[in-house]
């Protein structure tokens, strides 16, 4: 179960905001992906919801449940995307900082002091400054999603909305399963590719299979 623990010791210093960052969709073969941003204060006494975990240790039911529920907790969020082309073109690690920096933008936009925040970011490696024209205060955990509450609602956060885009693009583009793979690998996704061909919304160069 996540906790705010690691949130309020980056607050200890008199960091008033923190934004917790996740990304989804970084292995898939078609659709975009996606970095989600979940803004906390520091001190925050607010409980985060009920039953939040990383999303990848939620069900679909669970994670369309809570993903309203964490938008309310937080101060602020958004999700950044990068396309499936932009993927081909820039390799993945470009895109998710694009991604989060087109989020960081959004927010930026609504009055959120991203300058002045402790971003905590999952993982061990840094991929968010190298994709900024300033560098921000970044602090990289590994298994961030599932131990930091701000961290886990962002990945609901991202999950939630790119699985909307793939259940979408699923009814605009029938025949690969996409609401239902949501663009990863299964060998049902890649019998369609076979069968039907790629498409735009594929990352052409991941693609291995015959016909792709």
């Keep these: 179960m996540p906790t705010l623990d690691v949130e309020r010791e980056l607050g200890r210093d008199g960091t008033r905001l923190v934004i917790g960052i996740d990304e989804v969709g970084r292995g898939a073969l078609a659709g975009p992906v996606a970095v989600g941003l979940c803004v906390i204060l520091a001190d925050t006494v607010d409980p985060f919801p009920e039953g939040l975990r990383d999303s990848k240790l939620l069900s679909e039911p669970a994670r369309e449940r809570i993903a309203p529920l964490a938008g309310v907790w937080a101060l602020d969020w958004s999700v950044g995307l990068a396309a499936a082309a932009e993927v081909d073109s820039l390799g993945i ?82 025949g690969y399963g996409w609401a239902s793979n949501k663009g990863y690998g299964s060998s049902a996704h890649f019998a369609a590719i076979q069968e039907l061909g790629a498409t735009d919304f594929h990352r052409r160069s991941w693609l291995k299979e015959p016909g792709a």
């Design 93 to 174: 690690i470009a895109c998710l900082g694009l991604a989060a920096r087109r989020a960081l933008i959004e927010l930026h936009g609504r009055g959120i002091d991203i300058r002045n925040a402790a971003i905590l970011l999952d993982g061990s490696h840094d991929w968010l400054n190298p994709a900024l024209s300033a560098p921000l205060r970044v602090s990289t955990r590994v298994k961030a999603d599932r131990d930091c509450a701000s961290v886990a609602a962002a990945s609901v956060l991202a999950k939630v909305h790119r699985d909307q885009i793939m259940i979408e693009r699923d009814r605009m583009t029938p």
